[in-house]
């Protein structure tokens, strides 16, 4: 499936928003589609574009499983393999045109149609004011990309897929906000300037490779091409290559020393952030479908959200389970999902739920609280999480306190400067043998509700003495 064919599967099932009438990007976007969330819209009739945009795809996982067709809780186990398998199926992107021929058979297609969709139409002589950026809150610097994917490329580690903000502050010129410790920071450290392609309008598995957290030297595009089979093509001006089927791209150059002022800007916490001086993204070449569509994420709305936590999940997945049986992770949107962490044990010893805490922080480093909850506690459900805090943790005996230690750069609370910060992990299990059944809940009995209560459809049995019919009449008379 492409987005493409997601939208017109969204659009003959009645689950597609179409706003026709006169809309801007500045504030009202941001403002429709958060008044709108969780429904997928289209924005017709952008005041000061020629394109549309769209927003609210994919706001909860399981908007993210049905693109996929599996269920919620085959999301982990499908991102772990694509992580693992990324590799396999063969990746082959296809030749630049006019090239060998080579890769795969629907790439060979691509160049025999004359280009990616991608690339249909091509603008040397850039304008940034033509493109429906947002402009999402009052106090922004500036229009925000928000939903654009980095491609990038170092000399030894290869390609790399990321997401930076870009705040548009020119007609060519946006800042970007490159954090520290990122694989692409150590490129610009390493080089200076870097070529990228800012791929906007994407399928799921491009925007969740995107956001996985793995080794330096790892491309994503293969970990996407493994969630599902994926065409490149090479960029026009810059020597990389990106996703064929993309709406627009963004050609150019960032530079590390060359900075302007970035932010202040609505981030994932729904917190205004700082301003910082940031690198400079100069765009030499915009691409683009015939008749495409810009892809707008909300910040801190429930689809960023989702395109943030979930893609970390598998990697806490993993810690986890080397050192006891993990079930299932939810990074929560109540935790901006960012902060919070919910994991799901089949715990076997009494010390399990602390060796999970200890893993969970290994694996995803942002996280600043840890909710460990046994087998028979669903963690999408925070009443049920709520009620293992109360029925089966102790302050003294199950809270692990980590004092002082690297935080997320998202966290308003965290230390200013350097953003250390008190971690905290809950072991909320029960404990294991025969005192577990003083913590189980006890089921309510089952009936068969139909006995009981009729379906309104169902006639009613008519009274003695009546003929059927009757009964009715008599109440509405």
């Given amino acids: ?236 001006t810059v020597d990389l290559m990106i996703p064929a089927e993309a709406e627009f791209v963004l050609e150019g150059t960032v530079y590390r020393d060359r900075t302007h002022a970035e932010g202040p800007f609505v981030d994932l916490t729904e917190t205004q952030d700082v301003i910082r001086q940031e690198p400079v993204f100069e765009v030499k070449a915009i691409t683009h479908r015939k008749n495409p569509i810009w892809q707008a994420l909300l910040p801190g709305a429930l689809e960023h959200k989702l395109l943030m936590g979930m893609p970390r999940e598998p990697t806490i997945f993993r810690e986890v389970n080397e050192v006891v049986k993990c079930l299932d992770v939810n990074i929560n949107p109540g935790g901006c999902s960012w902060l919070h962490a919910i994991v799901q044990i089949d715990k076997q010893h009494e010390d399990d739920g602390k060796k999970a805490i200890r893993a969970t922080f290994a694996g995803h480093r942002s996280c600043k609280h840890v909710y460990v909850v046994d087998k028979d506690i669903d963690i999408y459900d925070p009443l049920q999480v709520e009620w293992a805090m109360a029925t089966r943790f102790q302050g003294d005996r199950d809270l692990i306190v980590l004092g002082k230690e690297p935080g997320s750069s998202l966290d308003p609370s965290a230390e200013p400067g350097t953003k250390l910060t008190s971690k905290m992990g809950f072991d909320l299990t029960a404990p294991v043998g025969n005192a577990h059944r003083h913590y189980e809940k006890v089921p309510y009995p089952h009936v068969d509700l139909s006995r009981f209560i009729r379906n309104k459809t169902q006639s009613r049995t008519p009274k003695a003495g009546l003929r059927p019919g009757a009964e009715s009449q008599r109440i509405k008379n």
Avoid: W
């Fill in 1 to 236: 499936m492409t987005l493409r064919n997601y939208l017109d599967r969204l659009d003959a099932e009645g689950r597609l928003t179409r706003i026709t009438e006169p809309i801007s990007k500045t504030y009202e976007i941001a403002a429709l589609l958060k008044q709108l969330e969780p429904r997928p819209v289209i924005f017709e009739n952008v005041i000061e574009s020629e394109y549309r945009v769209m927003g609210n795809l994919f706001c909860s996982k399981q908007d993210f499983a049905d693109y996929f067709g599996i269920s919620v809780a085959e999301i982990i186990p499908l991102l772990r393999r694509a992580i693992e398998e990324r590799k396999h199926p063969p990746f082959h992107p296809p030749r630049a045109r006019g090239g060998k021929r080579g890769g795969t058979l629907s790439a060979r297609r691509l160049n025999a149609r004359g280009g990616a969709p991608c690339q249909e139409v091509v603008h040397l002589n850039p304008d940034l004011d033509s493109l429906p950026i947002p402009l999402h809150f009052e106090g922004d610097g500036g229009p925000y990309i928000t939903a654009g994917v980095f491609v990038v490329k170092h000399p030894e580690y290869g390609q790399n897929l990321d997401y930076h903000r870009s705040m548009q502050f020119s007609p060519t010129e946006m800042a970007i906000r490159v954090v520290k410790g990122r694989h692409f920071y150590k490129f610009l450290e390493d080089l200076g300037q870097v070529d990228v392609a800012v791929c906007v309008g994407n399928s799921p598995n491009v925007l969740a490779a995107a956001a996985i957290s793995v080794e330096i030297g790892i491309d994503e595009l293969t970990i996407a091409n493994a969630l599902e089979p994926l065409h490149l093509v090479r960029a026009k």
